[in-house]
């Protein structure tokens, strides 16, 4: 009677993967993980980090997803170490924590399955122009360099439109340029640009980018104009926390982004406004995080400019939400509800639940 209970488990744990181990190049870690009925698929990881320089180019299986060369002290990487049997079929490829300070342009231009790249934690100064055009990556790491100066087109990939995520924090860019109107590689599908910790003095031109995702913390800004974010009306996350120096926020310094649903502006002690007006224009925003700012106490004309604002951060544990007070029935017509910020203690709003509007 038990048979046709076990048969479903049976099933289950036939197409799930699992782990094993299979003999690998002297140092590295060859872990293959099986898929499909009947293990009928598998792919292999392989961490060969750790073991210097002297191992490339190391051969490896066939059936490689994912190769780990970090902390190798690896000073250079070229199409040649990166060829063979192998590494065609990489999905995933780590370098970071290497000595990296230059890529060849066509380093990965045989790697035409490559969607994830770790160039993080090296010392690269530039990034050759059509780096990653042979690859359709989804996601590029390359925190932790000294690039100075970096070119939009660089991120071209053949991607087909898939969204890329691309992380360029603790750098040393100053300068970002734009992507060429007459370009005739096509504009970079980036969703997530993480820019934090940098040296820009102004908002980068993105404009036409497909940004979800905009990080610019840390940054050395100066004002933030009515126009610093032209062209990303599809822009859903804004993150000014922690600026450098002293920023000044422009009235309607946001007009730009329509579909902005959470602003963070935390960690600017000295950020200076120019009244409510800075935040015209954020018909969509739901999400405010003002903690560590001298933007407090908030001015209830604040609401009429955010109409959809449901919660504000004004400090450590400190929270304030939207609130609709409905008044007396029947409400006259024409009049509306009146609308106010209650502020609280996160954690009593933890013990008492979300407030109903």
């Excluded at 599908?189 to 995702?213: E, G, M």
């Excluded at 933007?295 to 304030?320: F, I, K, M, N, T």
Aim: negative net charge; charged residues 15%.
């Amino acid at each position: 009677m038990l048979w046709p209970l076990l048969v479903p488990l049976l099933l289950l744990l036939a197409v799930s993967g699992a782990q094993t181990t299979r003999p690998c190049f002297p140092g590295c870690q060859c872990e293959v993980e099986t898929f499909g009925l009947f293990d009928s698929f598998s792919l292999t990881r392989v961490d060969c980090s750790g073991l210097g320089p002297h191992i490339m180019p190391v051969p490896i299986p066939l059936d490689t997803a994912h190769l780990d060369l970090s902390s190798n002290r690896l000073e250079m990487v070229n199409e040649s170490v990166l060829a063979g049997p192998g590494y065609t079929t990489l999905a995933g490829l780590d370098l970071s924590h290497n000595l990296l300070t230059s890529i060849s342009p066509t380093a990965f231009s045989r790697l035409r399955y490559l969607e994830s790249l770790d160039l993080s934690h090296n010392g690269l100064v530039a990034l050759p122009a059509e780096s990653f055009t042979s690859s359709p990556l989804s996601d590029v790491n390359l925190s932790h360099n000294r690039l100075r100066e970096v070119s939009i087109s660089a991120f071209t990939t053949h991607s087909q439109g898939r969204a890329l995520h691309v992380d360029l924090s603790h750098n040393l860019i100053h300068r970002l340029l734009p992507h060429p109107t007459r370009a005739s590689l096509p504009m970079p599908t980036i969703q997530s640009l993480n820019l934090a910790w940098n040296r820009l003095r102004t908002v980068p031109s993105l404009r036409d980018l497909p940004l979800r995702y905009l990080s610019l913390d840390g940054n050395p800004l100066a004002t933030i104009g009515p126009d610093a974010f032209a062209g990303l009306g599809g822009l859903t996350h804004l993150s000014l926390a922690s600026l450098q120096g002293l920023p000044q926020l422009a009235p309607h310094s946001f007009h730009e982004l329509p579909g902005l649903q959470v602003l963070d502006l935390s960690g600017n002690p000295k950020l200076t406004w120019a009244g409510a007006e800075v935040f015209s224009g954020l018909g969509s925003l739901q999400e405010l995080d003002l903690s560590g700012t001298g933007l407090v106490p908030l001015p209830e004309v604040l609401l009429h400019h955010l109409p959809a604002l449901q919660s504000v951060s004004v400090g450590q544990d400190r929270r304030c939400r939207r609130l609709v007070r409905e008044g007396a029935y029947p409400r006259q017509p024409g009049s509306s509800p009146k609308v106010a910020l209650h502020c609280g203690d996160t954690r009593e709003y933890a013990a008492r639940g979300p407030d109903i509007l």
